[in-house]
């Protein structure tokens, strides 16, 4: 039996990593034009990281985590998303003495063990950002019109941003006896997972994706129309702000985001035309987090984008990402005295920079220019002992068919014309 990738996983062939590559020249460009920093965060952490942060009611700690034991004994558990590492870095660093506020962004593979579906993988790529020590809606638009702009930037048109607020612990307590009260006549009908988070975090029920929990979901009371008058206040100036960047939005109450640590802002950012796993980007501010992971109570706001429901979405509306990589020249070698010249004049195009090419394969003429074709080759050049001894050759331009007789000694300087 062949060995094939586990479930869920892909690679990601030549043919399509300068999409990939693409993207990441993006996003370093927008996170420099936005001010935050790259921090890279390891694969695995300690369980507890996520059981903490996370949240132990939610769908990704309760069903979806890759955790295993090392030879030591301790509890490991791949990384299901970013934040929960870049939390535990900004206090195991003691980033609370860097210059206020921290702004920073990684771009990461994540695990989860989901139903694998069209933009459902066990194995992605997020990029996301995180900026803590602000507690104000200032920073939310900053963040929200970060995504806009990358959006914009690529070209995406059909992706819309929906907001809401799901409140502080201070809404939270007198919100949680409606949702109970709300939910009561119906637990028998709701999911295992449900009943037990009835008693431990009702707001998650609303987050179930059970179409059995989900007939009762839709009609129960929204956090929104229950916030304090603190959280009202930030939601306005949210609101505000995003008009005052002509930023778009809707409202929706019913979005609670699939992590526990969310307070105040949630948003979204959905495109209609992938599909059932349309969103794109999911964030939220995070105030309770730094200090739930031990940290000083810091307040915080980030989102992450899934690459390949990004590349979905791009690839849905047609946008033409270019491919940067053909080869500038292609040096075809007849007998072993050419092959050693172009050996040479290869090794010094390659050091100017250009991307030159030879044979590797003691090929024919006829195969080699077929190869230099196949590659993309933009000129190409015949060396045989006459070039040799002549120090001349006939270059060949293989877009346009165009030939040329060349000193060879020129042709580094041609190709920086
Ligand atoms: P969903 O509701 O689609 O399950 P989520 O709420 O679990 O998303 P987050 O944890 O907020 O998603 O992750 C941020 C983004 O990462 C998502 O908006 C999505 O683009 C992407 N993402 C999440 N899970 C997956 C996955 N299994 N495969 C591919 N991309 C994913
Ligand atoms: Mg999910």
Redesign the pocket.
């Known amino acids: 039996m062949l060995i094939q990738t586990p479930k ?1 996983t892909k690679d990601i062939l030549p043919s399509e990593v300068y999409k990939w590559q693409y993207i990441e020249k993006k996003i370093s460009e927008l996170c420099k034009s936005f001010g935050y920093r790259e921090i890279r965060i390891p694969v695995f952490e300690y369980t507890e990281l996520f059981t903490r942060s996370v949240g132990d009611t939610t ?2 700690v309760q069903k979806e985590m890759y955790t295993f034991q090392d030879k030591g004994g301790r509890s490991l558990t791949l990384r ?2 970013g934040t929960a590492g870049v939390v535990r870095s900004y206090i195991e660093n003691g980033m609370a003495s860097w210059p206020m506020p921290v702004k920073l962004y990684y771009n990461i593979t ?1 695990y ?1 063990q ?1 139903n694998v579906q069209k ?4 194995e ?3 990029f ?1 950002v995180e900026c803590f020590g602000s507690k104000g809606p200032l920073v939310d638009v900053e963040i929200i019109s970060m995504v806009s702009m990358f959006l914009d930037k690529l070209g995406i048109k059909d992706v819309e941003l929906n907001i809401n607020s799901i409140g502080c612990p201070n809404c939270r307590g007198e919100y949680n006896k409606k949702l109970l009260e709300y939910f009561k006549p119906h637990l028998d009908n709701l999911c295992g997972t449900c009943k037990s988070r009835y008693e431990r975090n009702p707001l998650r029920i609303i987050d179930c ?1 059970e179409e059995k929990c989900k007939v009762y979901t839709k009609d129960a009371p929204a956090l929104l129309d229950n916030l304090c008058e603190e959280c009202k206040e930030h939601f306005e100036g949210l609101k505000e702000g995003l008009e005052n960047l002509g930023i778009k939005y809707n409202i929706d109450k019913t979005i609670v ?3 526990d640590y969310y307070t105040k802002t949630v948003f ?1 950012f959905v495109s209609k035309n992938i599909g059932a ?1 349309g ?5 939220g501010r995070y105030d309770g987090l730094i200090k739930e992971c031990g940290g000083t109570d810091t307040p915080g706001i980030g ?4 690459l ?3 590349l979905m979405v791009m690839a849905g509306q047609g946008i033409e990402i270019p491919n940067p990589d053909p080869v500038d020249v292609y040096i075809a070698t007849i007998g072993e005295k050419a092959q050693k010249y172009a050996q040479k004049l290869v090794y010094r195009i390659r050091q100017e920079g250009f991307s030159a090419e030879t044979d590797l394969m003691d090929r024919s003429v006829k195969a080699q220019m077929k190869y230099a074709d196949k590659l993309g080759a933009v000129y190409s050049l015949v060396i045989g002992d006459n070039e040799v001894e002549s120090n001349k050759a006939v270059l060949k331009n293989m877009l346009t068919g165009e030939t040329k007789d060349i000193s060879l000694d020129t042709l580094i300087e041609r190709l920086k014309m």
Request: hydrophobic share 25%; glycine share 20%; net charge positive.
């Open positions: 869920g769908d990704i299901p998303e994540a989860r989901e933009g459902r993988y066990r992605f790529h997020q996301g994706k985001r699939g992590l979204e796993q969103t794109v980007c999911g964030g989102f992450a984008i899934g390949e429901r990004l």
